[in-house]
């Protein structure tokens, strides 16, 4: 059995201490990444340093104190003087009561260091103006090799401005030790100090669980929360759960007018209470009342049920996804010559569509993309209906039957190609504009390649997912699997999701489903391009699929040899 020591002036001294009994041993520090962890299975290190007064580049620490916890109980201690090299100012010596004297035979920093990083491993750092001290740690471990300390950290300022704001004339260590009745009292030495600090954690600690600050994120939060006529609502988030979902804020008549998604709901959405600027985050937290969630299986399905939740609700303050009433699509249209029409329905007799689209804009886009890229027509005058070609066949931008001279034969080459590009060989329809992008920028004329650069990226977009769409349509019901659990797709529907572990859901939609060309709606069209990337992410495998999931032979090329 190692005997019992004492923590001297100048040595390292390690102490485990359990069940009473005092050894001096190195502790095996466990892993600690999970920031949603309970505050009881958090290690803290609890701690405080001395220094010359010198800058932290200066390397000018004399003292090193630490003791660590584990769910409120102390674990070990540190306790080491360090000869810095350097003189110590009179004015510090009254002020720590350190002297040259006193540092004879301490270690130098570069013996002590190494312990200290050993003692410390992945325990969440305590201190009393933790930057100070961490700042002179930082600069000596980077000056020894060790690079930055990684470990997170805890502020009792912080905390005391947050907690016993108006209770206390000074955030002082000693004033706050005084106040909340420790019985170390601090001495500018290291570690009385540093005990003194961690009573006043300790207590601090228990102030906060009773605002619900029982996990590590929100202790790491709490002393940037917002104000407190905003924060005191934070106790509508203490029955929300950590589990991957979604959540929906509601005003004071019920009415959703925010919903999102998290893989911790809880920390999520404590996050708007944490010192987000942002004015929208100013005016819902004013606006909230209520708050409801959703739990998923996993992220997938959380996202999914984002998008559905927010076409069901269409809250006013998902501005940018909520979907449009009314969607747009991109026609082919059925006629002798047909031509491109921007539309809000899918005719059933069209040759082709692409979309469906969020605005007019978007689509348009799309169409002059096209239009750009084939001799399509692009006047609506019915054929034979005017004396002379119309100003888009006079330049030659397209063949148009409106003064009745274009043969049918000759025009139907160019529908055919048009379907062609989108169904089977993008690079039909995408290879002109390109060409036409280097063209203009060869000609110095950037502004018009810019644009056709954006039309030949929109473009490009729609082929590529009515592609994914019309794949998910042909396998029909597909079960795929990843790191994070799986989903059930119906004929680019979520029918169903699991996390890892679970138990196979039952499909929630009815196999079956007649496929369609391309998606009725955004929310729709959406939730079908979440899941493809899904399948695609890393790490997801098809496990099976009523039919074969294939894509054509041809991919999509993008804009990889032009930048305008």
């Known amino acids: 059995m190692v005997p019992d020591v004492l923590v001297t002036e100048h040595l390292f001294v390690l102490q485990s201490v359990a069940r009473g009994r005092t050894s001096v041993a190195t502790m095996a520090q466990r892993s600690f990444q999970d920031l949603?962890?309970?505050?009881?299975?958090?290690?803290?290190?609890?701690?405080?340093?001395?220094?010359?007064?010198?800058?932290?580049?200066d390397l000018g620490i004399t003292e090193i104190a630490a003791i660590r916890y584990l769910g409120g109980c102390e674990t070990g201690r540190f306790?080491?003087?360090?000869?810095?090299?350097l003189p110590i100012p009179p004015f510090i010596t009254v002020l720590t009561g350190i002297t040259h004297a006193l540092l004879v035979g301490a270690p130098k920093l570069a013996e002590a260091f190494p312990s200290f990083l050993e003692f410390l491993g992945d325990a969440v750092v305590v201190g009393h103006n933790v930057r100070f001290d961490m700042s002179h740690l930082q600069a000596a471990s980077v000056a020894h090799g060790y690079g930055r300390i990684p470990n997170r950290t805890v502020d009792t300022l912080g905390m005391a401005r947050r907690?016993?704001?108006?209770?206390?004339?000074?955030?002082?260590?000693?004033?706050?030790?005084?106040?909340?009745?420790?019985?170390?009292?601090p001495t500018h030495r290291a570690l009385a100090d540093a005990e003194a600090t961690a009573h006043v954690f300790w207590e601090l600690l228990g102030r906060a669980g009773a605002?619900?600050?029982?996990?590590?994120?929100?202790?790491?939060?709490?002393?940037?929360?917002?104000?407190?006529?905003?924060?005191?609502?934070?106790?509508?988030?203490?029955?929300l759960p950590r589990r991957p979902g979604v959540y929906l804020f509601r005003d004071r008549k019920g009415e959703v007018f925010y919903v999102g998604k998290a893989l911790d709901i809880r920390s999520r959405v404590r996050s708007y209470f944490y010192g987000d600027d942002r004015r929208s985050v100013a005016q819902m937290l004013r606006e909230?009342?209520?708050?409801?969630?959703?739990?998923?299986?996993?992220?997938?399905?959380?996202?999914?049920?984002?998008?559905?939740?927010?076409?069901?609700?269409?809250?006013?303050?998902?501005?940018?996804?909520?979907?449009?009433r009314s969607p747009h699509f991109v026609r082919l249209t059925a006629e002798e010559f047909p031509r491109l029409s921007l539309a809000r329905t899918i005719a059933p007799g069209a040759l082709l569509h692409l979309g469906p689209f969020?605005?007019?804009?978007?689509?348009?886009?799309?169409?002059?993309?096209?239009?750009?890229?084939?001799?399509?027509?692009?006047?609506?005058?019915?054929?034979?209906?005017?004396?002379?070609?119309?100003?888009?066949?006079?330049?030659g931008l397209s063949l148009c039957p409106c003064d009745g001279t274009l043969p049918a034969a000759r025009y139907r080459p160019v529908v055919t190609g048009l379907?062609?590009?989108?169904?089977?060989?993008?690079?039909?329809?995408?290879?002109?504009?390109?060409?036409?992008?280097?063209?203009l920028a060869r000609q110095r004329r950037f502004e018009e390649a810019a644009w056709v650069r954006d039309r030949h990226r929109a473009l490009a977009t729609a082929i590529e997912r009515r592609r994914a769409w019309r794949s998910m349509q042909h396998a029909g019901l597909m079960r795929a699997e990843g790191p994070a659990g799986g989903a059930i797709i119906?004929?680019?529907?979520?029918?169903?999701?699991?996390?890892?572990?679970?138990?196979?859901?039952?499909?929630?939609?009815a196999a079956g489903i007649a496929p369609t060309e391309i998606p009725r709606t955004t929310t729709e069209a959406e939730e079908a391009h979440l899941l493809w990337r899904w399948l695609y992410s890393g790490g997801v495998r098809l496990a099976d699929a009523s039919a074969s999931l294939s894509l054509p032979a041809r991919p999509v090329p993008g804009l990889t040899r032009i930048a305008v």
Not at 366 to 392: K, N, Q
Not at 419 to 439: C, F, K, M, Q
Not at 496 to 508: C, I, N, V
Request: overall charge negative.
């Open 79 to 85: 306790q080491t003087l360090v000869d810095p090299g």
């Open 288 to 324: 909230l009342d209520a708050v409801d969630h959703q739990v998923c299986a996993n992220e997938i399905e959380a996202e999914v049920t984002e998008i559905r939740l927010i076409a069901e609700h269409r809250p006013r303050h998902n501005r940018r996804s909520k979907p449009p």
């Open 36 to 57: 949603s962890a309970p505050l009881a299975d958090v290690p803290f290190c609890v701690l405080d340093i001395e220094t010359t007064g010198s800058a932290p580049g």
């Open 358 to 395: 969020r605005s007019a804009a978007a689509g348009r886009a799309v169409i002059e993309a096209l239009w750009d890229a084939t001799r399509i027509r692009r006047c609506s005058h019915p054929p034979g209906s005017r004396t002379g070609p119309c100003s888009f066949a006079q330049l």
């Open 419 to 439: 379907i062609r590009g989108v169904t089977e060989d993008p690079s039909l329809l995408l290879d002109p504009l390109e060409a036409r992008i280097s063209s």
């Open 490 to 509: 119906d004929h680019g529907h979520l029918a169903g999701a699991w996390a890892p572990g679970d138990g196979l859901p039952l499909p929630t939609m």
């Open 211 to 239: 605002i619900g600050v029982t996990h590590l994120d929100d202790l790491l939060a709490m002393p940037t929360a917002r104000g407190k006529a905003d924060y005191r609502k934070i106790a509508l988030t203490d029955r």
């Open 163 to 185: 907690l016993l704001a108006g209770e206390v004339r000074t955030m002082k260590l000693g004033a706050l030790a005084a106040y909340l009745r420790s019985p170390v009292t």
